[in-house]
């Protein structure tokens, strides 16, 4: 990043503290590309939404603390504070939001449907089951294993592969992805 | 842009007010001490100082006592203010370590002596825990006035900052204890004050994600611009 950018956006701040709206909307516009590629990059794998719910975290917090940057010192350090704080608060949020969450399949409840009227909710072929289960990455197989054959929370089975709880529910749900191809191919 | 993006930007600039620019740490920490040292003055006047007060004013371990005490608080409110501007100087942090050596220090003597005449076993260490709350009288109004603007900066590290905080508060509340009651017995004062004032730091700092989090400081900026 460049000093003449730090001082362009640190002009354009500048104008914004004292309440000129285009200035800002030109600071916020300017920098919206710039935050979705630094989340980007800090976040690989959360989809474009998540993102973009970052970037607009990361907006209104400029916002709302913009009356502390000092146009006597650089911007982008300002900015990037405030942007690095924003999503290690978003990961502290997620993982205790996680820690309470308990997932649940979408099933069908209308009586009509014949699904929920069945008086049995097991997997037709529990070899077959078992075959594919037993085919999977290890990770995935000791996610399945885990959280969905022995139940046990994500913290624990988490400390068991001595990984953290975000990459085992990307396991699962990978696992869950791949159970499911490879078992319509067998039906 | 996505077009949530591009509204939530337009939404902003509708709403952006000229701010007032925050002043540096320490002119935050100068008025906040100007607002503190007011109420303990009227704390003063209501509880009457220690009936001693002038002749301890010329002991200098007493004075050094409650010098770095105050410079403790006044060190802590700086680095408290420093920790909410985002980039700003972590150094800032380490401001009260020094007088806060020089406070703990100054007991030291006292303590020494007061060993070698009782011994480990028979250390007076009996205290009515009246101190307790007159700390948290006098660091009221100081705490309050530190909450209401550490809300204005950006909520960081909240519990460093509310710690920090808190620390100021109590060293002042402290200061106040000893201006107004004659208590002199050191490892006492070691014990109950000093650890009071630690136990009130650690305390805000553990609460201090309840008034310091982005979610109050980004509603309070949208009800502002309403």
């Known amino acids: 990043m460049t000093d003449t950018l730090d001082d362009h956006f640190g002009q354009l701040m500048q104008a914004a503290q004292t309440g000129d709206g285009d200035a800002y909307i030109q600071l916020l516009d300017e920098l919206t590309p710039r935050l979705r590629q630094i989340v980007r990059n800090q976040r690989r794998f959360l989809e474009a939404n998540d993102i973009e719910d970052l970037v607009q975290d990361v907006l209104l917090s400029i916002h709302a603390v913009r009356a502390t940057y000092d146009p006597e010192r650089p911007f982008m350090p300002w900015l990037l504070a405030i942007t690095r704080n924003r999503l290690a608060d978003s990961a502290r949020r997620y993982v205790r939001g996680s820690a309470h969450e308990v997932h649940v399949e979408n099933l069908s409840v209308t009586f009509p449907d014949t699904r929920p009227n069945t008086t049995m909710d097991a997997y037709g072929d529990p070899d077959a089951l078992k075959q594919a289960i037993a085919a999977l990455p290890r990770m995935q197989r000791d996610a399945i294993e885990m959280l969905k054959l022995r139940e046990i929370s994500l913290k624990e089975a988490a400390d068991a592969c001595n990984t953290t709880v975000g990459a085992l529910k990307v396991a699962t749900h990978r696992a869950m992805a791949t159970l499911r191809k490879m078992l319509v191919k067998k039906r | ?226």
């Not at chain 2, 401001?95 to 005449?117: D, F, M, T, V, Y």
């Not at chain 2, 101190?131 to 460093?160: F, S, Y």
């Not at chain 2, 620390?167 to 107004?180: E, H, S």
Request: charged share 10%; net charge positive.
């Open chain 2, 1 to 226: 842009m996505t077009r949530d993006t591009e509204q939530l930007i337009r939404q902003l600039a509708n709403s952006a007010h000229p701010v007032r620019r925050l002043a540096q740490p320490y002119v935050r920490a100068a008025i906040w001490l100007a607002i503190s040292v007011s109420y303990l003055a009227v704390i003063v006047v209501a509880i009457p100082a220690r009936h001693d007060l002038s002749s301890k004013l010329s002991e200098p371990l007493f004075v050094i006592e409650q010098t770095a005490a105050l410079a403790t608080g006044i060190a802590a409110a700086i680095a408290a203010f420093a920790t909410v501007i985002p980039a700003h100087n972590r150094k800032w942090i380490l401001l009260p370590l020094l007088p806060l050596a020089i406070w703990l220090g100054s007991l030291g003597p006292g303590c020494l002596q007061e060993l070698n005449h009782f011994g480990w076993q028979a250390l007076p260490l009996d205290h009515s825990l009246w101190c307790v709350p007159i700390i948290v009288l006098v660091g009221a109004v100081p705490a309050v006035a530190m909450v209401v603007m550490l809300r204005r900066g950006a909520p960081l590290t909240p519990q460093l900052t509310a710690a920090l905080g808190g620390l100021a508060a109590a060293g002042l509340g402290n200061v106040g204890v000893r201006i107004i009651h004659p208590e002199d017995v050191t490892v006492m004062l070691l014990f109950w004050h000093i650890g009071a004032v630690m136990a009130l730091s650690a305390f805000a700092g553990s609460m201090g994600h309840h008034f310091l989090n982005w979610g109050s400081t980004v509603r309070a900026s949208e009800n502002t611009a309403r």
